[in-house]
Each structure stands twice: as C-alpha cells, then as structure tokens.
C-alpha cells in the first residue's frame, strides 16, 4: 500500500487531495492545524496529528506514522502550509515579516529535513512543495509572501539537486490566485476580484481540484525524470500576456 503525508492536511487543498489519495487506495497520514475540519476523515483510515508545521518533533512523529502505515515506506509528502500577507514593506513590522517567513519558508524546510532524512533510510520518494505566482513574478505589495515562496523554489531546486541519486524527487507548484479560504480577503469583493481576475491572461482563477489533481499527479504517476520543477498554475499569468 502506498503510504502519503498531507502537511497543512486542513487546508481545502489538503482535503481535497486527501480524498483522492483514499480513493486511490493510499494510505494517508494528516499534520493539520484545525482538528475540525478533518472530521470526515475516520480515525483507523487516516492518520491524524493536530500542531504546528514548525514543530520537528511532531513532524517527525508523522512522517514516522506515515512510514509505518506504508509499511516501511512514505511513498510521498506534500506542504500545503501557507499564509496571505499582501502589504507594503512600509505598512508591514519586521516581526508580521518574520512570521509570513516562519509559516511559509521555515515550516517547508522542517518537512524537507525530516521528510528527506527517513526517506533516505526508505528507498527514496517524492516530495512537493506549494510556492505561488509571488514567488516568480514582481506584484504589488506582495514582498513578503514573494520573498518566503522565492525561498521555498530555491530550496526545491537545491534539494532535487542533493537527493537527485538518491531516489527522492522534489518539485513544486506554484498557483495563482485560487478559490480558498486563504484567499478570501481578495475573492470576498467583487472589485478586487475582478482586478485580480483582469491579470490573468485565461481570466479566471483557480478551482482548488486543478492545483490538488497536479500535485496529486506528482507524488503518484508523474514520470521519475522530473524533478528540481516549478510548475505554474497561474492561468498564464507568469509566462503569458492576454
């Protein structure tokens, strides 16, 4: 039985994917923040672990948990922590900076330590990360979420490059705007929404199944010559103009 870990499991993407992982027949291990929201998740069928993504002794508890619901090997991880910060420098404190750091940058590189370490012992797996639009392309008062997800790409870049022969694959998706709760302050008023909407070359934004099937796709079928990649599921508004 392949065996995965949801890290940010109470996200709607995490729940999402986790459907679909059950559905596959997967074995699935949580590390969520709001308990909840993961009620429709039987215990005995998924694996639970309530806490913060920064905390290495809870991590590694769930990346133990996973290995062992696999029966010896974790197939696969994902983080799907995040945070929307969308200020000026100017309007920001560097303790509000350091926090959007903490959740987005520091949290990914616990998973990568952890997650990277028992794979080693494990034959390997596959590792995805969530970076963002920000991370690549200049917007407007997103300095701190561009700064934290532009350390999540290289930090992915580097880490397929480190375990690159050693069985492990690491890669990343990098969504635009996407049709969460996390993205409520901008999809709640039509007029920002549609400001939003208007830098988009395909004119919509994301549905969350779109971002959930691609990493999805990544951890199971995705062929073993990928990684080190950033894939953009922004509409084309990293690389287009509409």
């Known amino acids: 039985m392949r065996s995965y870990l949801i890290v940010g499991g109470s996200s709607d993407i995490g729940i999402i994917l986790c459907r679909a992982l059950l559905e596959e027949g997967a074995a699935v291990t949580l590390l969520a923040r709001d308990s909840s929201r993961l009620a429709e998740f039987p215990e005995g069928k998924v694996g639970k672990f309530i806490g913060d993504a920064n905390d290495e002794e809870l991590v590694k508890e769930a990346v133990l948990s996973a290995i062992s619901a696999g029966n010896g090997r974790l197939d696969g991880v994902v983080h799907l922590v995040g945070s929307f910060a969308v200020r000026p420098p100017h309007a920001m404190s560097l303790e509000a900076f350091e926090q959007v750091i903490t959740t987005n940058l520091s949290s990914a590189f616990v998973t990568l330590s952890i997650a990277c370490k028992q794979m ?52 990343a998706v990098a969504p635009g705007l996407t049709d969460t709760r996390l993205s409520r302050p901008i999809t709640s008023s039509s007029a920002t929404k549609e400001a939003a909407v208007g830098m988009i ?42």
């Open 201 to 242: 070359p395909l004119k919509r934004i994301n549905e969350p199944e779109e971002v959930s099937s691609t990493i999805q796709w990544l951890l199971t079928d995705a062929p073993d010559n990928i990684t080190g990649q950033v894939f953009h599921l922004d509409g084309g508004m990293s690389n287009v103009r509409g």
């Open 120 to 171: 080693l012992r494990n034959g390997g797996g596959r590792v995805v990360f969530t970076s963002s639009v920000a991370g690549s392309l200049g917007l407007a008062n997103h300095e701190a979420i561009a700064a934290a997800k532009g350390g999540v790409e290289s930090m992915v870049r580097s880490a397929a490059a480190t375990y690159s022969k050693r069985g492990i694959r690491v890669n």
